[in-house]
């Protein structure tokens, strides 16, 4: 019996530890033992420096100077841009390409220079001869994606130029109309035909009268002669009028008094719409500059004119 119970009590137990060796779970690893996971790289965030206001006008300034090519002002393949002093001009070129820069007809080339002279090619030549004699700028890059400026210089006036290059397109030629020059030429044109015109029209040198004295201060703008035509008085003045200030005329009245009168100028003449016996003509305010004109008529001396 006492060996039935024990056989019972060793297989009880056995048992039991069978039991507690299967439920047990496995021992959890520490955490030092766990494999770390691969952290995220850390990005700084790129911090921007402030632009200075200086810069900033001169980017501003630079941009609202520049000018682009548009449709209208090709004329064939030639962009021709307006000359305007200060003005930045878009040129744009390419690898395979040469770009033409035509200077005005007999416009002589001082010089060249460009930012950047290793990846660009920069060079000039001339066509025609005389006075029809032009130079040419031509410029391109050895690669697209490039930029430089290119400053040209002449004996008439200075050229800045913006080059930008592109993988294909490219500008074949530019050159620029001047219209300073062509208002120059219109208002040299319009004083040699006034210089030309007669005064007056109908004046014949039977009907004019040239009894008139000058005298008084002797300026660079004292009149040459004055005459009439019976109808009007015509006071003429040295060329260097064109160059000066022009004096205003006064009609001096008999009893000394001045009065302003009204006078168109014709080139370098003084037209009054009448005939008087004494004018004067005053320039001046502290140190003022007077020279009178007196009709003289055959047997009357001319009258002696007051210094105002």
């Not at 000066?244 to 005329?249: C, D």
Request: glycine share 6%.
């Amino acid at each position: 019996m006492k060996m039935i119970l024990a056989a019972s009590a060793l297989a009880l137990c056995a048992t039991s530890v069978a039991a507690q060796t299967v439920a047990t779970p496995p021992p959890v690893p520490a955490a030092a033992d766990k494999p770390s996971a691969p952290k995220p790289p850390v990005r700084h965030a790129r911090v921007r420096k402030p632009v200075s206001p200086a810069v900033a006008r001169v980017a501003t300034a630079n941009r609202a100077a520049t000018q682009q090519p548009s449709a209208q002002a090709f004329v064939n393949a030639v962009q021709v841009y307006p000359f305007s002093e200060g003005t930045i001009y878009q040129v744009y070129t390419a690898p395979g390409a040469v770009t033409d820069i035509a200077l005005q007809p007999g416009e002589n080339l001082i010089a060249v220079a460009a930012g950047d002279t290793v990846r660009w090619v920069i060079g000039d030549t001339t066509s025609g001869a005389g006075a029809d004699k032009r130079t040419h700028i031509l410029a391109k890059p050895f690669a697209s994606g490039l930029a430089t400026n290119l400053v040209i210089t002449t004996d008439r006036r200075s050229y800045h130029l913006q080059l930008t290059a592109t993988s294909r397109t490219a500008m074949a030629a530019l050159s620029w109309t001047y219209p300073a020059d062509q208002l120059i030429a219109l208002r040299r044109a319009a004083e040699q035909a006034a210089a030309a015109a007669p005064v007056s029209e109908g004046l014949t040198v039977d009907n004019l009268h040239f009894n008139y004295a000058v005298s008084g201060d002797q300026p660079a703008w004292r009149p040459l002669r004055a005459f009439d035509d019976g109808r009007q008085t015509f006071i003429e003045f040295p060329a260097s009028i064109a160059v000066g200030e022009a004096p205003p005329l006064f009609i001096v009245g008999p009893t000394g008094e001045a009065e302003l009168v009204n006078y168109r100028v014709r080139g370098r003449y003084y037209v009054v719409d009448r005939i008087f016996d004494a004018a004067e003509l005053r320039l001046g305010t502290r140190k003022q500059q007077i020279v009178r004109i007196d009709r003289v008529v055959e047997g009357r001396p001319a009258r002696k004119g007051k210094r105002a």
